[in-house]
């Protein structure tokens, strides 16, 4: 949800501020392609009434366990202690979504437990300290690429 309204957010935001050359940012697309979902429709707006009707092949995109979490805090250090939701490993690389800012890729430089131990992989529902290549802030979402 965080990734779908952040692109919506984005792309609202572009045409508002100058919608005479207003285009599609091929990012969008490709961000919302990321996020697992039914095929995209204009729904019922230009009444074509195949876009209103169910997705009956169930046919899915993009990755179902993306998510991993949000930043509950950021030490002087810069460890992100993340609330886990989705298993994380300390090779994965991640991508920040931070409200009005561009989406920021990072490899995770160190994993750890919240008292310090090294960790290789985090569990859900765990807490756990990520040391990015940069500092981020509390609220923003983790996600796995």
């Known amino acids: 949800l965080a990734a779908v309204v952040k692109t919506y957010?984005?792309?609202?935001?572009?045409?508002?501020?100058?919608?005479?050359?207003?285009?599609?940012?091929?990012?969008?697309?490709h961000e919302l392609g990321q996020v697992y979902h039914r095929d995209y429709c204009t729904g019922f707006y230009f009444g074509h009434p195949d876009a209103v009707s169910p997705n009956v092949t169930d046919s899915h995109q993009g990755q179902i366990h993306r998510f991993i979490g949000k930043i509950l805090e950021v030490s002087d250090t810069g460890d992100h202690?993340?609330?886990?939701?989705?298993?994380?490993?300390?090779?994965?690389?991640?991508?920040?979504?931070?409200?009005?800012?561009?989406?920021?890729?990072?490899d995770i430089l160190a994993l750890s437990r919240p008292d310090g131990t090294a960790l290789d992989q985090a569990q859900p529902n765990t807490r756990a300290l990520l040391k990015l290549a940069q500092r981020f802030a509390v609220h923003d979402i983790v996600c796995k690429l």
């Open 81 to 106: 202690l993340v609330e886990i939701r989705n298993k994380i490993c300390r090779t994965d690389p991640v991508e920040i979504l931070s409200p009005g800012k561009p989406v920021i890729k990072s």
């Open 9 to 29: 957010r984005d792309a609202i935001d572009t045409y508002l501020a100058d919608p005479k050359t207003y285009t599609m940012n091929p990012r969008w697309w």
